[in-house]
């Protein structure tokens, strides 16, 4: 609509000027189905051009070595040896070894009572795997938390899904952001989720505030594989904890994390959302005192006002 003048775009929070909307294109990026199309080898990777266009081959394990082929972004390749910083992927073809993501199994956790499926999460190359038992089923890269301790190495079960969900800062946050619609979110921990991260396509590498992000066509894959299967109808549901789904986080330092405390996350959610009502108001508070300074600019400074 046009209102003197400004176009106006209507959204899931209301209208908005047009100019103030960006339009983000998800991206096409999708895992491996390792039942239907196995890999070449195991261990594979993905190869992850710091442009995200190419990576160049050297025809040696060498930084001097004459080039080889050209790989493209997240072409997979099998592993075929390791040496000296590079790893060969073809007779005659080493590309360095942080331009690829390794995907490598792991034999599943001895959790009592857990779910068949279960899903292992390696933080230090990004890769996601699936497995059915002892079967990986699918492989994909992921983006986990900027900051090491933002998905933290443990084991957990899945709790919920949503097929829709909001998800906004904390109010003890220093970094403010809200997405009203984040579509095939399914949780793990309280805060922690696989979602689609439409707004970016930097899968394989940390990206997050948390959350596991995938792209859309993988988030759905782990929303409609996870256990159980949204009922017919349905948008959202609880997980039970008894038979639960695995889902491990571990890098090389937690190897063999631990299993994570629900029972103490639940005490804890309490004293955090006293916390966060108390901040909430003491914002609200501010905000409203720097409203009526702004509307009566003689008016005293609150912030003059004693302490309560």
């Known amino acids: 609509v046009d209102i003197d003048g400004t176009a106006y775009v209507k959204t899931s929070v209301g209208w908005v000027a047009a100019s103030d909307v960006t339009k983000f294109r998800p991206s096409t990026f999708a895992g491996i189905d390792l039942v239907a199309a196995p890999p070449p080898a195991w261990p594979f990777a993905w190869v992850y051009a710091a442009d995200r266009k190419k990576v160049v081959a050297r025809t040696d394990a060498a930084k001097k070595a004459p080039k080889g082929t050209t790989f493209a972004h997240r072409a997979v390749v099998p592993v075929l040896e390791e040496r000296d910083g590079f790893v060969r992927v073809a007779d005659g073809q080493w590309i360095d070894r942080q331009s690829l993501r390794i995907a490598r199994t792991r034999p599943r956790p001895a959790i ?84 689609a991260a439409y707004w970016h396509d930097r899968f394989g590498h940390v990206n997050s505030h948390g959350c596991v992000n995938l792209s859309a066509l993988d988030a759905k894959w782990v929303y409609d594989w996870t256990e159980p299967v949204m009922p017919a109808g349905w948008s959202e549901l609880e997980v039970p904890m008894a038979g639960a789904m695995v889902v491990r986080v571990f890098d090389a330092r937690h190897f063999d994390p631990p299993v994570f405390d629900y029972v103490k996350e639940a005490e804890e959610r309490v004293k955090i959302r006293k916390r966060e009502e108390r901040l909430k108001r003491q914002r609200l508070a501010a905000e409203a005192a720097a409203a009526a300074a702004a509307a009566d600019p003689d008016a005293p400074d609150a912030s003059d006002a004693p302490a309560p």
């Open 112 to 195: 009592a009572d857990a779910h068949a499926k279960w899903i292992d999460l390696d933080r230090d190359e990004q890769v996601l795997i699936a497995y059915d038992g002892d079967t990986p089923v699918f492989a994909t890269l992921f983006s986990s938390g900027r900051r090491k301790n933002d998905t933290p190495p443990a084991i957990y079960r899945i709790r919920s899904k949503s097929a829709l969900t909001k998800m906004s800062a904390e109010e003890q946050e220093a970094s403010f952001y809200e997405v009203s619609e984040v579509p095939w979110a399914t949780r793990f921990r309280s805060g922690l989720y696989f979602h």
